[in-house]
């Protein structure tokens, strides 16, 4: 019987077969059609866009930037839309919306600077770029700031720390971030020319202060302007480089700091790069590695000074390393070994980080998108910038709980994923982060055994130069300490 049924239902089968093929053929190119037209569906993020041309640009200018984008948050949630200086923005306040935007889609969004910027630093510098260049590039720049690379360093960067904290002696007021600048600059000179003689470092650094002081200013070219001083003195940059490239060249030294790296590397049509591509990666090699360090050194200082418990024990550790090096006979001050910053400090490892993440001195950073991008349901149109707000990340109690004490024991466990980027994430990720670590670990051990040090004045707060730095730049006086016997 059961065959019987089985002839007589066929062609009823067939049709339905038929129908529910053809259905699911007719949804399947509908869903197609709108992915395709997805983004004209999707809305845009919460958030206001403030007034016409201005959008939200005075209430941002006019309150701690940080306390317009959590108050943002907490009204919108962790993606908002707002419209600054003149552009439309996605802010992003999440570890996995920084994720999708620095890693995971990268190629979605492009590095964007002003023009003004690009032409002070060098419009070939690999921060601007996105690609094949990048990628060679930063191949390059990430070789010549390895830990291999940088380990030969450690006995320079700590002989330059502890010349550099002698002046500081004698209980006369100095500016913390200043003097630390100075620092910092020779630390950049050291990692990109290696021992550079003193006439082309002098000369390099006169040019460079101006162009530093350009770099913020308003972008005209006017004659007279501190923007056009720049311009004049970022040409005679690139003069003084032509001639270090040029003596290289005839000497055939084969160098392997920065220098060395950019200038003997071929790409596969075996082509050398430019001497402007050279000198255009150079200064920004030199502008990437030289406030950000001192910014985050001078909170350091600030942090320790104002945590007494945690000075002692940070001195308890250096002191412990010192001694070690009095009782082998090699307390020289270029006798800090790489191996005992890497191994043999890890509370001072702890204050670096938790001073990072407090400070956030990059407390976001730029994309705009390269496509209409869609993220969470929510459109992120082609053109708009996108902002990863690291410093929001870091100060959200979800992820570092009390995030405005200053707590170095938060980091006896490995923050969550994505949570902790001080030196950004993903293709653009700082190459120069463990050149800054060792810099700021060796100054903090000469500070700390050879020092005793006291704030002046009462201003707390903090000032943006433009990365943020305590107040004035950390007054303060400095006196060297007897050594015990
Ligand atoms: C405490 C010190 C430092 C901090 C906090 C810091 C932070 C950062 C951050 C957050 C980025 C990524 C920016 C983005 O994604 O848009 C970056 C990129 C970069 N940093 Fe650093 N940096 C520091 C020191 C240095 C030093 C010492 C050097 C070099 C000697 C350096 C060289 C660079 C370069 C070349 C890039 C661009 C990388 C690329 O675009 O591929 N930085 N840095």
């Known amino acids: 019987m059961a065959y019987g049924f089985i002839p007589n239902t066929l062609p009823l089968l067939i049709i339905l077969l038929t129908l529910f093929i053809t259905c699911l053929l007719i949804k399947l190119a509908r869903r197609r059609s709108d992915s395709d037209v997805s983004h004209i569906r999707l809305k845009l993020p919460p958030g206001s866009m403030g007034w016409p041309l201005i959008g939200e640009t005075l209430q941002l200018?006019?309150?701690?930037?940080?306390?317009?984008?959590?108050?943002?948050?907490?009204?919108?949630?962790?993606?908002?839309?707002?419209?600054?200086?003149?552009?439309?923005?996605?802010?992003?306040?999440?570890?996995d919306a920084a994720r999708f935007v620095l890693v995971t889609q990268s190629h979605l969004f492009k590095p964007t600077y002003p023009k003004s910027k690009e032409r002070l630093i060098g419009p070939s510098a690999l921060f601007f770029h996105q690609g094949d260049y990048h990628a060679r590039l930063r191949q390059l720049?990430?070789?010549?700031?390895?830990?291999?690379?940088?380990?030969?360093?450690?006995?320079?960067?700590?002989a330059l720390a502890a010349s550099?904290?002698?002046?500081?002696?004698?209980?006369?007021?100095?500016?913390?971030?200043?003097?630390?600048?100075?620092?910092?600059?020779?630390?950049?000179?050291?990692?990109?020319?290696?021992?550079?003689?003193?006439?082309?470092?002098?000369?390099?650094?006169?040019?460079?202060?101006?162009?530093?002081?350009?770099?913020?200013?308003?972008p005209t070219t006017m004659p007279g302007t501190p923007y056009k001083r720049a311009l004049t003195a970022r040409r005679k940059l690139s003069e003084i480089l032509g001639d270090i490239i040029s003596e290289r060249k005839e000497k055939k030294l084969l160098e392997n700091d920065m220098l060395g790296c950019?200038?003997?590397?071929?790409?596969?049509?075996?082509?050398?790069?430019?001497?402007?591509?050279?000198?255009?990666?150079?200064?920004?090699?030199?502008?990437?590695?030289?406030?950000?360090?001192?910014?985050?050194?001078?909170?350091?200082?600030?942090?320790?000074?104002?945590?007494?418990?945690?000075?002692?024990?940070?001195?308890?550790?250096?002191?412990?390393?010192?001694?070690?090096?009095?009782?082998?006979?090699?307390?020289?001050?270029?006798?800090?070994?790489?191996?005992?910053?890497?191994?043999?400090?890890?509370?001072?490892?702890?204050?670096?980080?938790?001073?990072?993440?407090?400070a956030s001195i990059i407390a976001f950073t730029f994309r705009e998108a390269v496509?209409?991008?869609?993220?969470?349901?929510?459109?992120i149109p082609k053109g708009w910038k996108v902002m990863p707000l690291?410093?929001?990340?870091?100060?959200?109690?979800?992820?570092?709980?009390?995030?405005?004490?200053?707590?170095?024991?938060?980091?006896?466990?490995?923050?969550?994923?994505?949570?902790?980027?001080p030196f950004g994430n993903g293709v653009h990720a700082c190459p120069g982060n463990e050149l800054a670590k060792l810099e700021?670990?060796?100054?903090?051990?000469?500070?700390?055994?050879?020092?005793?040090?006291?704030?002046?004045?009462?201003?707390?707060?903090?000032?943006?130069?433009?990365?943020?730095?305590?107040?004035?730049?950390?007054?303060?006086?400095y006196w060297k300490q007897v050594p015990s016997s």
């Open 164 to 218: 550099a904290l002698e002046s500081w002696d004698g209980g006369h007021v100095i500016n913390t971030f200043e003097e630390l600048k100075k620092l910092s600059f020779e630390v950049g000179i050291l990692a990109v020319f290696g021992h550079l003689e003193a006439h082309y470092r002098i000369e390099l650094k006169k040019n460079y202060g101006i162009v530093e002081k350009g770099y913020n200013s308003f």
């Open 262 to 358: 950019l200038l003997n590397s071929k790409d596969y049509k075996g082509q050398l790069l430019t001497d402007e591509q050279v000198a255009d990666n150079i200064i920004g090699a030199l502008f990437a590695a030289q406030d950000t360090t001192a910014s985050a050194m001078t909170w350091i200082v600030k942090y320790l000074h104002d945590n007494p418990k945690l000075l002692d024990a940070v001195k308890a550790e250096q002191k412990a390393i010192q001694e070690v090096n009095e009782r082998d006979g090699t307390n020289s001050e270029s006798t800090l070994t790489w191996s005992q910053t890497r191994h043999n400090m890890p509370f001072t490892h702890k204050v670096v980080s938790e001073s990072l993440r407090m």
């Open 371 to 379: 496509a209409d991008v869609e993220y969470k349901g929510y459109l």
């Open 61 to 95: 200018y006019s309150q701690d930037p940080t306390r317009f984008f959590s108050n943002k948050q907490k009204r919108h949630g962790e993606i908002f839309k707002t419209h600054i200086l003149g552009c439309p923005c996605v802010m992003l306040a999440s570890p």
């Open 390 to 421: 690291f410093r929001n990340i870091h100060h959200n109690p979800e992820y570092f709980s009390d995030p405005h004490k200053f707590d170095p024991s938060r980091f006896e466990v490995a923050p969550k994923p994505n949570t902790f980027m």
């Open 440 to 477: 700021m670990l060796t100054m903090i051990h000469h500070l700390v055994t050879k020092f005793r040090w006291e704030v002046v004045g009462s201003e707390s707060g903090t000032q943006n130069c433009p990365f943020p730095v305590p107040m004035n730049g950390l007054p303060a006086r």
């Open 141 to 158: 720049v990430q070789r010549a700031l390895s830990l291999d690379a940088i380990r030969s360093l450690a006995g320079d960067v700590s």
